[in-house]
């Protein structure tokens, strides 16, 4: 069965730093890429960080380049992102996601998704 569930979200002051984790089950992590994409409110669903099955390969938004690192544990089936210097236009519902190929920035591209974790940053 696949799962992934996000961890991590919450309020967070503008400046400050949160860590989201995705936590996979051994089928889902064993199968390749992995990315975090967020949908704020009113908006479309758009890339935020994306890594290869090895993590020797990352992309990243330009809106969050310098600022956000994501990384992966394969041994435990993780993947992470690191947010710091966080902005309030990084409120959103962030979302950890499985690709197999295909351009890492396209969410048509990815297959399995978990349901999410709020984050909210206050000015």
């Known amino acids: 069965q696949v799962q992934l569930e996000e961890s991590g979200g919450g309020l967070v002051q503008a400046g400050g730093s949160l860590r989201l984790s995705c936590a996979a089950s051994a089928r889902t992590f064993s199968n390749g890429g992995m990315g975090w994409f967020r949908q704020a409110p009113g908006k479309e669903r758009e890339f935020v960080a994306g890594?290869?099955?090895?993590?020797?390969?990352?992309w990243y938004a330009d809106s969050v380049k310098g600022r956000f690192t994501i990384s992966r544990d394969n041994a435990k089936n993780m993947v992470y992102l690191q947010m710091n210097i966080v902005a309030p236009e990084d409120t959103a519902v962030y979302y950890c996601a499985t690709r197999l190929n295909g351009d890492p920035t396209n969410s048509a591209n990815y297959r399995y998704w978990g349901l999410g974790t709020q984050v909210t940053v206050s000015s």
């Open positions: 890594i290869s099955w090895s993590g020797g390969r990352t």
